[in-house]
């Protein structure tokens, strides 16, 4: 049966780019609309150039009232996808979509997670802290930032030269080789 996809990102979107190829000729996966927070955010222009609905979150909208639940409910989401996606989910989505919204974060939780670590902020914390591992950490959502059940997670090693922008640049390729495949492989046991 087919699965409705929605993604909700922020910025660049390179993760979602790699869902959207991955599920390009699925016969049962979806990308069915990708949503984010800014109306100048790269991810929207991947999703036109890609033929995918798009829909600009407002911020009164997304924390007050149930519109964007009915919307999200009324296209037959089955999944929502945080393809880095700055915003804190609002309860009444959590609860609308229990198990049914992911995340992607560039460490390994619960290490290197909370308000305020995202994207290169991750990983200036993870080079000051000394650490000899980093990676990519997918979980499920839940009200508190960062600490859903985890679904996969993978490392790498940081070696003696790591810096802020080799490190990215490695946790990224994990991200884009593994996301598109957790994604699946949820789907699959749901
Ligand atoms: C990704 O590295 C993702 O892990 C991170 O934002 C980046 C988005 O990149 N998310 C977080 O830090 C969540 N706390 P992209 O727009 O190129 O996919």
């Known amino acids: ?29 979806t990308i069915s609309l990708i949503a984010s927070n800014k109306a100048n955010a790269n991810v929207l222009t991947r999703a036109k150039n890609n033929n995918i609905p798009t829909f600009v979150l407002d911020r009164e909208l997304f924390y007050k009232g149930n519109e964007i639940v009915e919307y999200l409910k009324s296209i037959k989401t089955d999944l929502i996808v945080l393809a880095g996606f700055l915003w804190m989910i609002p309860e009444n989505l959590i609860k609308a979509f229990p198990d049914k919204i992911i995340n992607i974060h560039p460490s390994l939780l619960p290490k290197f997670g909370g308000k305020g670590m995202y994207g290169m902020n991750v990983h200036k914390a993870v080079l000051a802290a000394n650490e000899n591992q980093s990676g990519i950490t997918i979980h499920l959502v839940n009200e508190y930032y960062d ?19 080799s490190l990215s640049e490695k946790v990224q390729l994990m991200e884009h080789e593994y996301f598109p495949k957790a994604i699946e492989h949820f789907l699959a046991a749901k």
């Open 147 to 165: 600490q859903g059940k985890i679904i996969a997670q993978h490392s790498c090693a940081i070696n003696e030269h790591e810096t802020v922008a």
């Open 1 to 29: 049966m087919n699965k409705n996809v929605v993604i909700f990102a922020s910025g660049e979107g390179s993760n979602a780019q790699k869902i959207i190829d991955y599920f390009q000729h699925s016969n049962y996966v």
